[in-house]
């Protein structure tokens, strides 16, 4: 049996307009979708709240076994939800595999949250007890991007459960089904209590309504750095806290005794994967003067060389640009960059919403596609003559997400990171890496730090009380 029913999926009512979930490769109809307004995410929120309390008694036994249970699920019916994801958002199979199992991952360790030990027994002056306990926020607000939909919301959605707290998530209209829809039909046969976890597909005012609303403590929100900012200077205006996962362009590092046979490949997925529609992905390839030629011209023949097209219909490397206006931004740069005089060694085209994979050689501080993120299938290629110079180019940049850095020598590569602010480095790798159980996050125009995956989880989606116990009441001098 279907786990999403296309009559049925939406689980809450909701009272905004009605749109049409589309096929990007297409333009093809995949089902009808009714988005949420401001005065449905305060219904939600009430429900929520109400929920939660008592989903925060419940013993972390029966929470541990939900999300358990969700991680089966998303194995157990990958094929359906494969198909979503390829079609929804213009993902190919594997990508779409990846999103899977990550999924499933997310599930598994947050299951092991729940009983985590949760606080630390204190010194005290006074003869008593005193010790601090983790306690549930209460209800996570979850607003999630349409790159990667089902990573993006389930490494919030999952955690915040499994610690006690109900979750609203409002997930990107263009990919409400697996950015959202999805966890909802999922977490349902799971056997989340009702109420627990609210999916609202909206525009702004939804999200802006999610972040004042006084029950939601805690908004998690992944997407780019110009709506992150209003998000934490809404969020400050209400002193609630905002985990903020936001834009990158992401440099690689390819230091002169780097093989090259071994690393076009590496550096073509960096900037090329799911049509460069990631936040990591890699766009500056930072490459050493006496190999910058032959990288260019390599890096461009595989470029070349990659097929573009319908993942559902056809065996493509790289899909569909989610939308026509995130093609006019990503070919805008392109443009602008080649009239500023970079120079276009392959690429630069598109058929519908198929962009070519591009690369850009000649550019320099002001080159467009170079200064700015373009979440799109494009990797600019500049060229360094020292170490030094090539750390000071990969910072001066205002994100600071991730990092790679190529050389045969790995103790040069972490030497060479220690100058270089980023949340994530990896070393004799392109920079697009992601897993369950380790750290996520970035610093500067980035984000606000590490806020997923292990002890992170932890501290973003609980507060910690401090609690002491005496046997008898305390005197005090009046």
Not at 27 to 34: I, K, V
Not at 174 to 186: D, E, K, P, Q
Not at 434 to 442: K, S
Not at 448 to 454: N, S
Request: hydrophobic share 45%; proline share 7%.
């Amino acid at each position: 049996m279907p786990l999403l029913d296309t009559r049925t999926w939406q689980p809450r009512t909701l009272t905004g307009p009605g749109c049409t979930v589309t096929e990007p490769a297409t333009g093809q109809a995949l089902g009808p979708l009714t988005l949420a307004t401001p005065e449905d995410v305060v219904a939600a929120a009430a429900d929520a709240a109400t929920a939660q309390r008592e989903w925060a008694r419940a013993p972390h036994f029966t929470r541990a076994a939900v999300l358990r249970k969700a991680g089966d699920l998303f194995t157990a019916h990958a094929a359906e939800l494969r198909e979503w994801l390829v079609r929804e958002s213009g993902s190919v199979p594997g990508k779409a595999d990846f999103e899977l199992h990550v999924a499933a991952q997310e599930c598994y360790e947050a299951a092991a949250l729940a009983s985590r030990p949760a606080g630390q027994v204190l010194p005290s002056e006074a003869p008593r007890l005193s010790y601090t306990r983790r306690v549930p926020a209460g209800v996570v607000g979850v607003i999630s991007p349409f790159n990667a939909p089902l990573i993006l919301s389930i490494r919030s959605v999952a955690p915040a459960l499994a610690l006690g707290n109900a979750v609203l998530l409002k997930p990107d209209p263009r990919t409400a089904v697996c950015g959202g829809l999805s966890l909802a039909a999922v977490f349902a046969a799971a056997g989340l209590p009702q109420d627990l976890l609210h999916v609202l597909p909206g525009g702004p005012d939804a999200g802006q309504a999610l972040v004042a609303d006084p029950r939601v403590p805690i908004i998690s929100f992944t997407g780019s750095t110009a709506a992150g900012r209003a998000v934490g200077e809404a969020a400050g205006r209400h002193l609630k806290r905002a985990h903020l996962e936001l834009g990158g362009n992401s440099a690689m590092i390819v230091l002169e005794d780097a093989d090259l046979d071994a690393v076009i490949s590496t550096a073509a997925w960096g900037s090329f994967f799911h049509q460069g529609q990631i936040c990591m992905t890699t766009g500056r390839h930072l490459v050493h003067a006496s190999l910058y030629d032959e990288y260019v011209e390599r890096l461009a023949a595989k470029a070349d060389s990659l097929a573009v097209g319908d993942p559902y219909r056809g065996q493509v490397h790289l899909g569909p640009i989610i939308d026509s206006g995130q093609l006019a931004k990503i070919n805008g740069l392109v443009e602008s960059s080649k009239a500023a005089g970079a120079k276009l060694a392959a690429g630069g085209t598109y058929d519908r919403l198929f962009y070519r994979p591009t690369v850009l050689a000649h550019v320099g501080d002001h080159t467009p596609a170079y200064a700015e993120e373009v979440f799109g299938p494009v990797a600019p290629v500049r060229s360094f003559s020292t170490a030094d110079e090539a750390a000071a180019l990969a910072a001066r940049s205002p994100y600071g997400l991730s990092l790679g850095i190529v050389t045969r020598d790995p103790a040069r590569g972490l030497d060479l990171a220690e100058r270089i602010p980023t949340g994530i480095v990896h070393i004799n790798d392109q920079t697009v890496n992601d897993e369950a159980v380790a750290p996520f996050g970035g610093v500067a125009a980035s984000g606000t730090g590490a806020r997923f995956g292990g002890e992170a989880n932890l501290e973003a989606f609980t507060e910690l009380r401090w609690t002491t116990v005496r046997g008898d009441v305390a005197p005090y001098p009046f």
